[in-house]
């Protein structure tokens, strides 16, 4: 249980780790949603920070919430490594200026010194707002 409740706080930092000097636009809330999965793999905090909406959150695997300052932290001070992940059967559905996306995210990470390793079910919220797509809620569930 606790590679899992670090794994997720390993999540929380990685939002707002790394600077970048271009923020990304995505097109849509799909590309919303990998950009942030993709952020997560890069371990890169500026591009989560431009990612994610002022009240973002991710629900972990014991369905504690961690704000979006708490992952940047968290990735920031590499508490927060993924060695790789994949993301699969990803489902859209699109409700005007809001996309929820799930699917699948075999990922391999260490929190906190902490190895996991399996498949997790994801579901991301992303809403558009003042012309941007930012993610506004994830959830993070282990598959068994």
Known sequence: MKPVLFFFIFLASLAFAHAQTTPIQPMDGTDCSNLFF?????????????????????????????????????????????????????????YGNVVVVSGQWSVSARIQNNNFQGDLAYMSVCVKAGGSWKVAAVQLTPIK
């Open 38 to 94: 993709k952020a997560l793999l890069e371990e890169d905090d500026s591009s989560i920070s431009g990612l994610v909406a002022s009240d973002f959150t991710v629900v972990g695997f014991q369905g504690q919430p961690i704000n979006g300052p708490m992952l940047q932290q968290a990735i920031k001070e590499g508490y927060i490594v993924i060695d790789s992940g994949m993301l699969t059967a990803t489902s859209t559905r699109n």
